[in-house]
């Protein structure tokens, strides 16, 4: 009988609003999916497919206290509302797609934005900037069958009490169930999935010390603060 030569890591986990964890499989992310947002990236604003990155499932963190990561001299903050999957599949229908969602929260997908900047001109992988350490602060997730499949409504994002990021949950230019969709013709989703779906416009540096909130209507709220 074979045995581990480590000991396994323990999953990362989210927890359930109502009681029990989420254990987490992959984080995929979506790139510019608002239109006020992929304006202010330079990009097109018109409906072209989605593209999607990934951070690692470890970082992800619900605490209330995370690192202001290394290598950076820009640190942004991109509030998002963050799909579960709970049942997994490939090339899902998109009239299907929301029987796949296990619940909502809302997440930061945090981007080291100097070194993307660096990245995007040499046309290198983003991971370094959106794969580091604490990189996905999230809140308690919600469950589908408590809340439903919120598509409408604000989605903010505060720094020490400011309002830095506002849209609306409708904006989205691909919605939740094309997303799921479309990202399952890529890879068979699992359950365990995380999807961040794109941030509104706003986006803007964080600094040591800053209090960060991100609020989505239907679904709730994340505070963490930056040491
Ligand atoms: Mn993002």
């Avoid at 109502?18 to 499989?25: A, K, Q, S, V």
């Avoid at 409906?47 to 942004?76: G, M, N, V, W």
């Avoid at 779906?197 to 010390?209: H, I, M, S, W, Y």
Wanted: proline share 9%.
């Amino acid at each position: 009988m074979s045995h581990f030569v480590l000991p396994p890591a323990a999953p990362t986990v989210l927890d359930v609003a109502g009681g029990g964890l989420f254990p987490i499989r992959r984080v995929f992310c979506v790139g510019r999916n608002y239109a006020a947002h992929a304006r202010e990236m330079g990009g097109n604003p018109d409906r072209e497919p989605p593209f999607f990155f990934t951070k690692p499932a470890d970082a992800i963190s619900s605490a209330p206290t995370i690192p202001y990561p290394p290598a950076t001299r820009d640190l942004h903050h991109e509030g998002e509302l963050v799909v579960a999957i709970g049942a997994g599949g490939a090339d899902i229908a998109q009239e299907r797609a929301l029987d796949h969602v296990f619940g909502y929260t809302v997440g930061v997908d945090l981007t080291r934005r100097d070194l993307q900047s660096a990245l995007r001109k040499e046309g290198r992988p983003w991971d370094m900037a959106k794969g580091f350490d604490f990189a996905g602060p999230c809140g308690i997730l919600r469950p589908a069958a408590d809340i439903g499949h919120p598509s409408k409504g604000a989605i903010t994002l505060s720094v020490n009490g400011v309002q830095k990021q506002a849209g609306d949950l409708a904006d989205m230019v691909w919605s939740v169930p094309e997303i799921v969709a479309i990202l399952s013709g890529l890879v068979a989703l699992a359950p365990g999935d995380l999807i961040f779906t794109g941030t509104p416009e706003g986006v803007g540096p964080l600094a040591r010390g800053d209090r960060v909130e991100v609020r989505a209507a239907g679904i709730g709220g994340h505070v963490f603060t930056l040491r």
